[in-house]
Every structure is written in C-alpha cells, then in structure tokens.
C-alpha cells in the first residue's frame, strides 16, 4: 500500500491505482479506456468521472475482490531481513554524506 500526496491510502495496480473515497466506499482510477466497460459492469461500480482517456468509479469494498483483478493490483513480495541473509544477499552499503 502507498500514500498519496494528501497521505491517503493507494492501493497502485497494473492498469490503475483503488483509492480512498468517503467512509463507506472506495474509488478506482484508470487510464486504459479499454478497461472502462470492465469495470462498470461489475455490480456495485458506478460512474464518478469519465474523460476520453480516464475514469474513476465508486465501488463498496464488496466488489473489492473484482475491481483489483481489473486493474491487476497485488501485494509487493517483501523479504525480511532474515530471510535475506538465508538466502545469500549481500547488505546494502549506503553512501554517507560526511568524509
């Protein structure tokens, strides 16, 4: 999960982003025309802006399931540091910026 700029919650997908909307529902923005008429026909998804090469929807979170594998959201693998060593990858050395 990411931040916007205003600190709310994203959710970042392939062909779109899901974004915090009201307290109820969600939104999701895209930019791939092609997958306006996907998205709308999901129950529950409705019209919120449309341009010629952009949308955003409203959705409740019960269509949340439906909507991330339209825009092809998924969770960031992440290795912990543990893990890391098991696996043999080196430490990151970081540059300082004092001699």
């Known amino acids: 999960m990411a931040f916007d700029t205003e600190g709310f ?3 970042p997908g392939r062909y779109g982003q899901i974004e915090w909307f009201d307290g109820t529902d969600l939104a999701v923005y895209t930019g791939r025309p092609r997958l306006f008429a996907k998205l709308w026909a999901i129950p529950g998804v409705r019209r919120h802006q449309t341009g010629d090469t952009e ?3 409203v959705f ?3 269509a949340l399931q439906l909507v991330v594998g339209v ?3 998924r969770r960031r693998r992440t ?3 543990d893990d890391a060593r098991r696996r043999g990858f080196k430490p990151t050395l970081r540059a300082a910026s004092g001699p």
């Open 79 to 81: 290795l912990s540091s």
């Open 71 to 73: 825009i092809k959201a």
């Open 9 to 11: 919650a994203v959710i």
């Open 55 to 57: 949308m955003r929807a």
């Open 60 to 62: 409740p979170p019960e």
